[in-house]
């Protein structure tokens, strides 16, 4: 049951640098004091950077590969060292004294769908519950609880993947707290229900709290080359295959983009990124949050024709006059798949002043 959270946040919006702390809520464990050991499952830094315009992603996956471990305590309470196995639900394992040393046996069938570990070591021992996630050819494993087991006892859970979200707790990851996490989480996912990857916003709020939201669709707006017509030049091979962008000053580009994602702001459609793809086509990538495609499309190219009509002026060079302006379209969803327009469909923008450098 892999799952894998897709978290669009805007570094030139965090007024500060923002830890995100992901953990789990705690199993019931009937064998053993009900207090567990909190461990920062993953933990997520977002660094604020001032004025910036551009967006960033932070991708969490859970891959329902869950096993137990066992460690030594490091200074700062960081989980370092375990000695891990995977495990099943409904697995029960033990936990041997070999040689001055704890080793894992070999799982086995146990009734019900707990998920067990018996310390028969003569000593009490740091035994944690987490995930497992391959990375290159390594398993690596990421702590969730840690309990302290004494000798003969049992460490059992019935594990339901519930995540929550805090900011700034002041933990790194690995790290357990035995202390109660009086804030409330920001959000939280129930893991099971969720489809195989889902995109979510997270935003600092005018008060400095932090939200993260569910975007309900992505779509991008591909905007592919703005062509400039000028039939009656004898370059018009040259000019009419040229990129807008490589045409005017860097900085009227950036202005026209600012433009247009206040538009698009003030339309209700969030706007969460924009970047060129390998042919240089510029894409944004919004949430519909109800808007059909055709309202979306209609949103944006006005958005973009207005932003270039008002830079227009902006420009020192050669005046053209009113010519027409085309402009290559469509919108995908996540995958790329086209769900309305077609590619490079040629959408005449109307007449518009520009000039050329």
């Known amino acids: ?30 064998a053993l004091s009900p207090t567990q050991n909190l461990v920062a499952w993953k933990v997520v830094p977002m660094h604020a950077v001032k004025d910036s315009t551009a967006m960033d992603v932070a991708s969490i996956t859970y891959t329902g590969r869950l096993a137990f471990g066992v460690s030594r305590e490091d200074v700062g309470n960081i989980i370092l060292g375990a000695s891990t196995v995977e495990m099943k639900v409904g697995e029960f394992i033990e936990l041997e004294w070999q040689e001055e040393v704890p080793v894992w046996g070999i799982p086995s069938k146990a009734a019900g769908q707990l998920i067990k570990a018996k310390n028969d070591t003569p ?16 398993d690596v494993y990421s702590p969730s609880f840690l309990w302290k087991v004494g000798s ?30 009086s804030s409330d989480p920001i959000y939280q996912w129930n893991i099971p229900e969720l489809g195989r990857v889902t995109n979510w916003s997270f935003a600092e709020a005018t008060n400095g709290s932090y939200t993260i939201t569910p975007i309900d669709s992505l779509v991008t707006f591909k905007a592919s080359s703005f062509v400039r017509l000028a039939p009656h030049e004898p370059d018009i091979s040259v000019a009419s295959n040229l990129n807008w962008e490589e045409s005017v000053p860097r900085h009227v580009v950036s202005d026209v983009f600012a433009d247009v994602s206040s538009s698009l702001a003030a339309k209700g459609v969030t706007y969460y990124a924009e970047h060129y793809d390998k042919d240089r086509h510029r894409k944004y990538i919004v949430s519909q949050q109800g808007v059909t495609c055709e309202e979306l499309s209609n949103t944006l190219k006005a958005a973009i024709f207005a932003a270039l009509e008002k830079e227009a002026a902006m420009i020192n060079g050669k005046v053209l006059g009113d010519k027409d302006f085309d402009l290559y379209w469509s919108i995908t969803d996540e995958h790329g798949t086209l769900v309305y327009g077609a590619d490079k469909e040629i959408i005449p923008v109307g007449s518009a002043s520009w000039y050329y450098l």
């Open 1 to 30: 049951m892999e799952r894998t959270l897709i978290l669009h946040y805007s570094p030139g919006k965090l007024t500060q640098n923002v830890s995100l702390v992901l953990t789990f809520q705690p199993p019931t464990n009937k």
């Open 123 to 138: 000593f009490k021992q740091n035994i944690s519950m987490g995930t497992l996630q391959r990375v290159g050819s390594l």
């Open 152 to 181: 003969t006892q049992t460490a059992e859970a019935d594990f339901h993947p519930v995540l929550k979200a805090y900011t700034n707790l002041g933990l790194v990851q690995n790290e357990f707290t035995a202390a109660d996490i």
